[in-house]
């Protein structure tokens, strides 16, 4: 039987009618701030919720069966249809007239990479801001999970879409049915945003600032309402505090959150993972605020530096802030990392690479990947030793698959080559060195901030076109985690079997 085309279509049109609705509120916020662009949002949804509509009423009579290949393709399609589709309302209001940065900003606001084109984020409507933030909202938790959690209506069984969407090495199922794990997944993704909003408005920010941070926080995305990103309210600790916690609980697996409130949590402590995602942010913040602390020309421009108190404060809080924004690819700044220090640049673009825990809406390659890939190195010591021995790689307390070792192992490899080969590229079209390997980096680990004239205080509106878009495909690549969207590059998978 060949591929099904007809539920990937359907699927399709499903996803624009999701994404249609999400411009609606959209719609519903320029409407209530009157700037100016409410008719063109509107439009933009209507145009989405129609073609949507189209696709599914053409495709009705599918034959509702997903198979493995088909998952591939609907979660990569469905990626880019969400894209594609989420540039119209920058392009119908003016805001984002250009395609190539439209798509840019769209691509970058889904895959929750943040970096943007917009020089002056400050001056665009409120039903734009509103838009961006939801880009990244929608694309965090994953817009295929949340198709998941509708598919049971259709009478689609998801787990071929789950398996191909699922963040992280594994995915961990909270109940038997993968409807309800999605909708779990959701209601801990919904509840958090709204419980951070909340705080930040009690704490001082505006309405408006507070769900555009919030939404930017649980999706690890990193688009901010200001020109300063966070580092507008440096004068406001509580504030990013605040933004702290829940960038260290966006970047951890939600399914400790889930046994969390399950009163569960001597699991969650239990969590190797856990722990040296915990650990490992301990002990980075511990030596970058070292190192700010002892050199005199960072963040003076922080109140009360100068006194005892200020200065720890300070440069412990400037530390955390920045290596939870990285280690969890959210990109938020409260400063310019790259001015500290030759060494904490080196060390944060390191950052790059480390990413959030298995399971969580952050990108990079995962601290499960990095503890496994380490465990394994280790033992082929002991293997070398004692030839005949079989000395299984450990997970909490759990032996792990040789094929899953030899995966991860594989993922490894593959990233670090499409991070060469994804800089070289930048390089051929004129980057500078130090430019295009952090714009390599940070698009495809969806960090947000690079090096060069990409760095935090900076963005990425002076690349050339086709730079803009071979980051696009890199931030593809990097939160669908390669295999799902090289997969299908391939001629082996398009071959009949």
């Not at 030899?406 to 994804?422: P, W």
Request: aromatic content about 14%; glycine content about 10%.
């Amino acid at each position: 039987m060949g591929l099904n085309v007809k539920i990937i279509v359907h699927l399709m049109g499903l996803l624009l009618l999701c994404n249609g609705f999400f411009m609606l509120l959209a719609t519903l916020v320029s409407g209530i701030y009157k700037d100016g662009v409410t008719l063109s949002i509107f439009i933009a949804a209507v145009t989405t919720l129609f073609i949507g509509f189209l696709a599914m009423i053409y495709t009705r009579d599918h034959r509702k069966e997903v198979k493995k290949k088909e998952g591939y393709i609907i979660v990569t399609c469905g990626w880019l249809v969400m894209a594609l589709s989420g540039v119209t309302p920058y392009l119908f209001s003016g805001a984002i007239p250009d395609v190539t940065n439209a798509f840019f900003e769209t691509m970058s606001g889904y895959t929750t990479t943040g970096a943007s084109i917009l020089d002056d984020i400050e001056s665009m409507p409120e039903g734009i801001l509103f838009w961006r933030s939801l880009t990244h909202w929608i694309g965090g938790m994953g817009i295929i999970v949340l198709a998941i959690a509708i598919l049971p209506l259709l009478g689609i069984g998801g787990m071929q879409l789950f398996a191909a969407e699922a963040p992280g090495p594994s995915a961990d199922k909270l109940h038997p049915r993968i409807t309800d794990t999605a909708k779990r997944l959701w209601l801990i993704y919904v509840g958090y945003t709204l419980a951070e909003t909340l705080l930040l408005k009690m704490a001082g920010m505006s309405f408006f600032d507070a769900i555009n941070h919030s939404l930017a926080t649980l999706s690890t995305g990193g688009f901010s309402t200001k020109n300063a990103s966070v580092a507008y309210w440096n004068d406001q600790p509580v504030i990013q505090y605040i933004i702290i916690v829940f960038m260290f609980l966006a970047g951890s697996n939600f399914v400790l959150s889930y046994f969390a409130f399950k009163g569960k949590v001597q699991r969650v402590l239990n969590d190797e993972e856990f722990r040296y995602y915990g650990g490992l942010i301990l002990v980075f913040t511990i030596v970058t605020a070292m190192v700010i602390y002892f050199n005199a020309h960072i963040t003076t421009d922080i109140p009360g530096y100068y006194m005892v108190w200020g200065k720890t404060e300070s440069s412990f809080r400037h530390a955390l802030f920045q290596i939870i924004a990285v280690v969890t690819t959210t990109g938020f700044v409260t400063a310019d990392f790259t001015s500290w220090s030759p060494f904490l640049t080196i060390f944060f673009f390191g950052l790059m690479f480390a990413g959030g825990s298995a399971g969580s809406t952050a990108g990079g390659i995962k601290v499960m990947r990095h503890l496994l890939i380490i465990k394994n190195g280790i033992l082929e010591f002991k293997r070398t030793l004692h030839a005949n021995a079989i000395i299984p790689v450990r997970y909490n307390n759990k032996s792990v698959g040789q094929d899953i070792v030899y995966n991860i192992i594989a993922f490894f490899v593959l990233y670090m080559l499409l991070f060469i080969i994804g800089a070289m590229v930048l390089g051929m079209m004129g980057v500078d060195f130090v430019t295009a390997i952090g714009g390599a980096a940070t698009s495809l680990g969806n960090v947000g901030p690079g090096l060069g004239d990409l760095n935090p205080v900076s963005n990425f509106n002076g690349l050339p076109a086709p730079a803009k878009w071979w980051c696009g495909f890199l931030m593809l690549l990097g939160r669908l985690e390669l295999f799902t969207v090289l997969i299908i590059l391939t001629p082996y998978f398009w071959k009949k079997t």
